[in-house]
C-alpha cells in the first residue's frame, strides 16, 4: 500500500526536495533514497515535518534528469554495467543469480552498484565457490531481513553486490517503489539484452 502523504505537504515542497534528492543520487552516489531526501530536505531548508516525497517520485525525477544531462553517458555506462553483470552471472551460473536494482531497471547513474540475487542452501557454498578461484571480496550488511548474506567484490572496475538468500526465497517477489514487482532479470534474459544492444549498434 502506497505511504499516506503527509497532509502538511505542499507539490512544490516535495518536488523541490525530489529533484534535489535525485541530483544528490545522480552526481554523489547517495544509493539510499530515504538518505537522498532527508539530505536534500535539510539543504533547502524543508522540515522533514513538511512531508518528503515517495521514493517513485524521486526516481522519476532521477530519469528525466538523466535524459536532460546525462542521455548518452548514461547509456553507455548502463550497457558497461549489464555485460559486467553478464560475466559475473556466468561465473556464478550455478548459483540460479539475477540481475536486479537499477542496472536491472535502467535507471543506473555514474556511481550504480551491481545488485545480483544468487540461492543457495548456505550463504559459505558461495564463499567457498569464490575462495577456489581466488577472487577478492569483502563482506557487506544485507539491506533485506530476507537475505542471508551479501558478498562485494570488483569486477572490471563496477562494485558486484552478490545478494544471497535461501533457495526457497527465489519464488518471492519484492514490490518495487511504485508499488509494482521489482525488475529483476535472468542470466538467458540479459543476453539477449545485450544482443539486441550489440545489434543496434551495427546497424
Same mark, same amino acid.
Given at each position: 500500500m502506497p505511504?499516506?502523504? &503527509?497532509?502538511?505537504?505542499s507539490p512544490q515542497q516535495r518536488a523541490l !526536495? %525530489? +529533484?534535489a534528492a535525485a541530483r544528490l543520487i545522480a552526481e554523489d552516489g547517495i544509493a539510499?533514497? +530515504? /538518505? %537522498?531526501? $532527508?539530505k536534500a530536505a535539510r539543504r533547502l531548508g524543508i522540515p522533514e515535518s %513538511? +512531508? @518528503?516525497? &515517495?521514493d517513485s517520485e524521486v526516481e522519476l525525477e532521477l530519469r528525466t534528469r538523466q $535524459?536532460?544531462?546525462? &542521455?548518452?553517458?548514461?547509456q553507455h555506462r548502463l550497457t558497461h554495467l549489464r555485460r559486467v553483470a553478464l560475466e559475473v552471472m556466468s561465473l556464478v551460473e550455478p548459483f540460479t543469480p539475477y540481475l536486479s536494482g537499477s542496472v536491472a531497471d535502467g535507471s543506473a547513474g555514474r556511481h550504480a552498484e551491481i545488485d545480483l540475487q544468487l540461492f543457495t542452501d548456505s550463504a559459505k557454498d558461495v564463499e567457498i565457490f569464490l575462495l577456489n578461484r581466488r577472487l577478492d571480496f569483502q563482506h557487506s550488511v544485507p539491506r533485506s531481513e530476507r537475505a542471508e548474506a551479501? !558478498? /562485494?567484490l570488483e569486477h572490471d572496475g563496477a562494485i558486484v553486490n552478490l545478494v544471497i538468500y535461501p533457495k526457497q526465497e527465489e519464488r518471492y517477489t519484492a514490490k518495487g517503489r511504485d508499488g509494482r514487482p521489482r525488475e529483476r532479470i535472468r542470466l538467458s534474459a540479459?543476453?539477449? @539484452? @545485450? %544482443?539486441?544492444v550489440t545489434t543496434e549498434d551495427t546497424q
Open positions: 505511504r499516506r502523504r &503527509d497532509r502538511n505537504s !526536495i %525530489a +529533484g539510499d533514497y +530515504g /538518505t %537522498a531526501k $532527508r %513538511a +512531508g @518528503l516525497p &515517495d $535524459r536532460l544531462f546525462h &542521455d548518452g553517458e548514461q551479501v !558478498i /562485494t540479459l543476453k539477449n @539484452l @545485450l %544482443a539486441d
